[in-house]
């Protein structure tokens, strides 16, 4: 019985055999040729294949873990027509008069080399993402596949590390869990496997994957991280009994639904859900959210290929709202740059898009964009509670910008004769230091506040979330992030706004204590989460 530690992402036990996930890696080899029209066809062939298998990917992605994560497979699909690196791919083909296969190879290489070679953290994890864009289309141009457990018998996956496609492919039913060698836990696929509910360890190490065989029996702890590899029978039975105190406690859960989101010391919060679209407008109800407290707009642009009309937005936003029968929903106005890139909307590139153009300073630069966004939410407000929320706001004039172009779209719609609720609620993000530092100077223009932890956490440290090898020096408890959110909570209700968090801390049942009793007023969490937050709100005594 050998012990590995690792880190978990998904909070669950799962006992089985191991199948060692292995990639036919097809063996590249430069071959001169004559025609290199035929290898510049083949290379369009390819494309077109590996197009149809992102797109079945992103299908199954919406249908398994929404539109917000399946947002990376829209960007695979636009990083396959990428302008540089396909004139990249024909320039070596061309002019070394060289196979398909050698030259996307080679760009890959050179890519991802240079995409590591950048200081920027989110341009380095770009590197990742050529990659598995470039097997994929070598390996259509080869016919070669990945190998799967052909077996009916579910397994523990093992792998060195899961590209984003990779997990999202996997077989469910024949899947227990899955462990990676390396990996972050803020990675793409980390965030997949949270919400496609899998037991997830990752960051396992070298070793364990090199001692590690198919067949071999493996205990997969994803609440601690820990590994036991070849366990006894009293640790199989000792784990067994944990998987069924598990299955137990996710019964209890449901029979929290309809019960109040209340401490036992009479002390009341909402929790609400984030979704990322409207397909998800069913696992809000289904997990008994009280409404949604973030709803990300971004996804009708991404899934446009042009700016998406008035009406279209509308029709999405009362949809949501309709659907919600009078609930709360808080609906982002356009979230669009750093990690979400968009074509059509031009934006030039930037050595570090985290802090360059996003979010609501391209609202402010380019005000028909967000007068129509804003026109399609007010005409929406008529058929629900709303919540306009402006993200990324750093200062007291940007606010009363955004605040002015409401005035002006609702001053238009009310000479266009169409209604809309006057008392639609506004908001901000608590997102950068900058915010919550001031926050006593912004409270008085807004009705509430939502912290977004992950972006707030991030600029804090200055330690970008996707890089994995910053992963030990981000601390999401670091006090610097805590004061900051209780300092905008104490500035909001001087003010009489009210305050609520919809980032990944969010869901951090150890801080759920601490956010009530910095007074709190709204938790929003991934719909799976809201069970679990009420259970734990319900256990509290704020009197102690």
Known sequence: MVVYQGKGVYGAVAVGKVSVFSRSSADVRRVNVNDTEKELSRVEAAKEMAAQQLEAIHSKALKEVGEANAEIFEVHLMMLDDEDYNDSIKSIIETQKVNAEYAVAVTADNFAEMFSSMDDAYMQARAADVKDISDRLISCLTGGSKTENSSDEKMIICADDLAPSETVSLDKDKVLAFVTAFGSSNSHTAILARNMNIPAVISAGEDFLKNIHDGDMLIVDGHTGQLIVSPDDATIAKYTAKQAEDARKKQLLQELKGKENITLDGRKINIFANIGGVGSIGAVLANDAGGIGLFRSEFLYLESEDYPTEEQQFSAYRKVLESMAGKKVI??????????????????????????????????????????????????????????????????????????????????????????????????????PAAAVISDLLAPLVDFFSVGTNDLTQYTL????????????????????????????????????????????????????????????????SPPYVLPLREKVRSLDLSR
């Open 462 to 525: 200055a330690c970008d979330r996707q890089n994995a090898k910053l992963e030990p020096f981000v601390d999401t408890h670091h006090e610097a992030v805590l004061r900051l959110i209780e300092m905008a909570a104490n500035n909001a209700h001087k003010n009489g706004t009210w305050i609520g968090i919809c980032g990944e801390l969010a869901a951090d049942l150890t801080l759920t204590e601490t956010f009530m009793r910095m007074g709190i007023d709204e938790l929003s969490v």
């Open 331 to 432: 609906i982002r106005t356009l979230d669009i740059g750093a990690d979400k890139q968009i074509d059509y909307f031009g934006l030039e590139k930037e050595d570090n898009p985290a802090l360059g153009l996003r979010a609501v300073r391209i609202c402010l630069t380019r005000p028909e964009i967000f007068k129509t966004q804003l026109r399609a939410l007010y005409r929406a407000s008529a058929f629900g509670d709303l919540g306009i929320m402006f993200p990324m706001i750093t200062s007291v004039a940007e606010v009363e910008k955004c605040l002015a172009v409401c005035e002006e779209v609702k001053a238009e719609l009310k000479s266009d004769g169409i209604r809309f609720n006057e008392n639609t609620e506004i908001g901000i993000m608590i997102e950068t």
